[in-house]
């Protein structure tokens, strides 16, 4: 399994940003895929995940309305589309491979990751 993240950077509050995860190594299109964050000093934690096929997403409470995960099983990638920024969104954004077609529990190894900051 290999999970390449890219598209953070720095932004400032009230601001967007759009990131992406390719993967390979395994059969995309049928496992549920997930975006993690980890702030500094903070565990890594999930942000959304969504299903094989894309029908089923999760959001945490704290970015409900405000990300947008999505995916794109012809590019073997996924998406997060952050609107609205806050500093408290700053952290590490890792994507993960599921356990299975609606299981977005983390299976396998972590990507590096992208940097993502919120500041004026």
């Known amino acids: 399994v290999q999970l390449v993240e890219s598209g953070g950077g720095l932004v400032q509050p009230g601001g967007s940003l759009s990131l992406s995860c390719t993967a390979s190594?395994?059969?995309?299109?049928?496992?549920?895929m997930s975006w993690y964050r980890q702030a500094p000093g903070k565990e890594r934690t999930l942000v959304a995940g969504?299903?094989?096929?894309?029908?089923?997403?999760y959001y945490v409470d704290s970015v409900k309305g405000r990300f947008t995960i999505s995916r794109d099983d012809a590019k073997n990638a996924i998406y997060l589309q952050m609107n609205s920024l806050k500093p408290d969104d700053t952290a590490v954004y890792y994507c993960?491979?599921?356990?299975?077609?609606?299981?977005?529990?983390?299976?396998?190894?972590w990507g590096q990751g992208t940097q993502v900051t919120v500041s004026s």
């Open positions: 190594g395994f059969t995309f299109r049928t496992y549920a």
């Open positions: 969504i299903s094989s096929g894309g029908t089923i997403t």
């Open positions: 993960a491979k599921g356990s299975g077609a609606i299981n977005w529990s983390r299976s396998g190894n």
